[in-house]
C-alpha cells in the first residue's frame, strides 16, 4: 500500500522540491502552504505522514502538530518538524508538540528520507 505524505512549508521551492522527490520513491504526496490548511488535508486525507514547517502564516507548525496530536482522528500521523528555526530549538520543542522527529533545514535530503523510512516502517 503507497504511504501518503503531506508536505506542509510556505516556501514553494521547498514545496516542490519535497513533492518531486517522494513522489518520485514512490510516496502520494499532498501540499499545503500553511497550518489551517494543512489541518484540513489532514483531517480529510489522513495522510500517515506530515512534514511540517514551524514559521507558517495562519496556524504555526507547532499549533498544527498539537492539533493533529489532540484530534483522535489525526493522532497517529507521523510528524517531522522540519524546520530552520535552530537545532537545538527544534531538538527542545519538537517533541513538546507531539512531533515524532524532527530534521533541521538545510537538510540533506537523504537524512530526511532515512528519518521518513523509519517512521513509516
Do not use: C
Amino acid at each position: 500500500m503507497t504511504k501518503s505524505i503531506l508536505v506542509v512549508d510556505d516556501d514553494p521551492e521547498i514545496v516542490t522540491m519535497l513533492n518531486t522527490r517522494l513522489t518520485k520513491r514512490g510516496y502520494k504526496v499532498t501540499t499545503a502552504s500553511d497550518g489551517n490548511r494543512a489541518l484540513e488535508l489532514a483531517k480529510r486525507d489522513r495522510p500517515d505522514m506530515v512534514l511540517l514547517d514551524v514559521m507558517m502564516p495562519g496556524k504555526s507548525g507547532w499549533e498544527v502538530a498539537r492539533a493533529l496530536k489532540q484530534d483522535p482522528v489525526t493522532q497517529d500521523v507521523k510528524i517531522v518538524m522540519v524546520s530552520a528555526i535552530g537545532e537545538k530549538t527544534n531538538e527542545i520543542t519538537a517533541p513538546i508538540y507531539g512531533a515524532d522527529a524532527h530534521v533541521d533545514k538545510p537538510f540533506e535530503f537523504e537524512k530526511l528520507e532515512k528519518v521518513i523510512a523509519s517512521l513509516l516502517a
